[in-house]
């Protein structure tokens, strides 16, 4: 919910400079969501494709749960061939996962809609080739795979989380820069709802990230962040230090900042995720998706829980995987195992 939030509210400046949004919204920017003409504040990729990831991991619960074993990726992949359909884009030779689409979550006419759809995502997933951290898809970078992956974080422990979430962005993000940062966040989404303090949570994951190999970029990144937090900058002067977030280690970095300057105060810390010049809307969901976590539902703004699109379908997934499994007829034909 935090993380859709943030979506929406970077989504009508995506595409703007700064200057731009200032003179459209202000001198202090955007600084609350712009609803469409039916009273909602829409939602983007970055959300759509979560809902996806969320979808992906529900039914490798349920696979699990059937055969004892499943290659998490590959159902969570089928998942992101679905939302392709959703595009409108067939996937080669992988016809026969839309020909009976199954689960609720690829009925949900809203999720039709296109919003700016990363051109990594598209292009990996119509290629009918699935991207692994061993066997690369290609060189992206971009933050395609980091700002989809929060729901990996609400499923798993810190360890799994962060090697997950690796696996998830490199299926459409084959370089470190693409794929490493999705398991930064979805290792501090994991350590926050496990109680741990933000700075801890960071801290952890940059642990973990440590492990890894080629995270340098990646981890000097976070580590400016951390610092610059630490600072009494004024945050917009500090924010264009870490990059405009196009691209994975920078999107993630960003969220970083914005969360730990204003960790208690969810609507500053995404109005400052979003007001820059580069990719608002998926660091805003980054950042609406770490302090969505950590403050919890009521610390986002009820104004805004109320006028964002999907809301009740996004807590449903977000509830559904706290439950993780349930041996019923409706858990099944929600999520079925495939
Ligand atoms: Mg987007």
Not at 41 to 65: C, H, K, P, V, Y
Not at 154 to 167: N, P, Q, R, V
């Amino acid at each position: 919910m935090g993380g859709a939030v943030g979506d929406a509210l970077g989504w009508p400046v995506e595409f703007r400079r700064l200057d731009e949004i200032k003179k459209r919204y202000g001198e202090q920017g955007i600084e609350t969501l712009v609803l469409n003409e039916t009273g909602m504040a829409e939602i983007t990729d970055d959300t759509q494709m979560t809902l996806f990831t969320a979808e992906g991991l529900l039914r490798a619960s349920t696979r699990s749960n059937l055969k004892g074993i499943c290659h998490i990726p590959t159902v969570v992949y089928h998942a992101y061939i679905r939302w392709l359909h959703t595009q409108s884009i067939k996937c080669k030779g992988r016809e026969e996962i839309i020909e009976n689409l199954d689960g609720w979550v690829s009925k949900i006419k809203a999720l039709y809609a296109r919003r700016a759809p990363g051109s990594s995502c598209l292009s990996a997933l119509s290629s009918g080739e699935m991207g692994t951290i061993e066997e690369p898809i290609n060189n992206s970078k971009g933050c395609g795979g980091v700002m989809r992956v929060a729901p990996v974080g609400l499923m798993f422990s810190k360890k799994h989380a962060f090697k997950t979430g690796c696996e998830l962005a490199a299926i459409t993000h084959g370089h470190p820069g693409g794929y490493l940062p999705a398991g930064v966040h979805a290792c501090i989404i994991s350590c926050l709802i496990e109680g741990m303090e933000l700075e801890d949570a960071v801290i952890s994951a940059m642990q973990e990230l440590a492990a890894y190999p080629r995270n340098r970029e990646c981890l000097d990144l976070l580590n400016k962040a951390v610092e610059l937090a630490k600072d009494n900058n004024p945050p917009e002067n500090a924010l264009w230090q870490l990059g405009e977030g196009w691209v994975g280690e920078e999107a993630i970095a960003i969220a970083v900042y914005c969360s730990l300057v204003y960790k208690n105060d969810f609507r500053k810390a995404v109005c400052l995720a979003v007001n820059h010049n580069g990719d608002s809307d998926s660091t805003g969901a980054i950042t609406g998706n770490i302090l969505g976590a950590y403050l919890g539902i009521e610390g986002i703004p009820a104004e805004w829980r109320e006028h964002v699109e999907l809301k009740d379908e996004i807590i449903t997934l977000a509830n559904d995987l706290l439950i993780g499994f349930e041996d019923s007829d409706n858990w099944w034909n929600k999520y079925p195992g495939w």
